[in-house]
């Protein structure tokens, strides 16, 4: 099995900064996609950014420019670190990773989840 686990959340005030991180471990032979989205209540969660293993990167427009995903790929860890926030980027925040597992299988999976709260 693969376990995502995510820390770094918190309550900032609009303008501040957080860096989300999210590690993986488990029965992984590989990484190729990681990637964060975030649920906002009442809201369908959303893309927010993603990387694959050789660095190239997207980010949902909402975020461009304030936003930088990074990648340890010797860690399997993936990085957030949002800049500028906004009130309206408040919600759950989701690490998500497609693992090509030991077992040559290939499945996403995702983090439990933390809570970025931007106050105004």
């Known amino acids: 099995q693969v376990q995502l686990v995510e820390s770094g959340g918190g309550l900032v005030q609009a303008g501040g900064s957080l860096r989300l991180s999210c590690v993986a471990s488990g029965s992984i032979s590989s990484i190729n996609l990681m990637g964060w989205y975030r649920q906002a209540p009442g809201k369908q969660r959303e893309l927010v950014a993603q990387i694959i293993s050789g660095g190239s990167t997207g980010y949902a427009d909402s975020v461009k420019g304030r936003f930088i995903i990074s990648r340890d790929n010797a860690k399997n860890a993936v990085y957030l670190q949002m800049n500028s926030l906004k009130p309206e980027d408040t919600g759950v925040y989701f690490c998500?990773?497609?693992?090509?597992?030991?077992?040559?299988?290939?499945?996403?999976?995702w983090g439990q989840g933390t809570q970025v709260t931007v106050s105004s």
């Open positions: 998500n990773a497609h693992v090509t597992t030991t077992a040559r299988s290939l499945y996403p999976f």
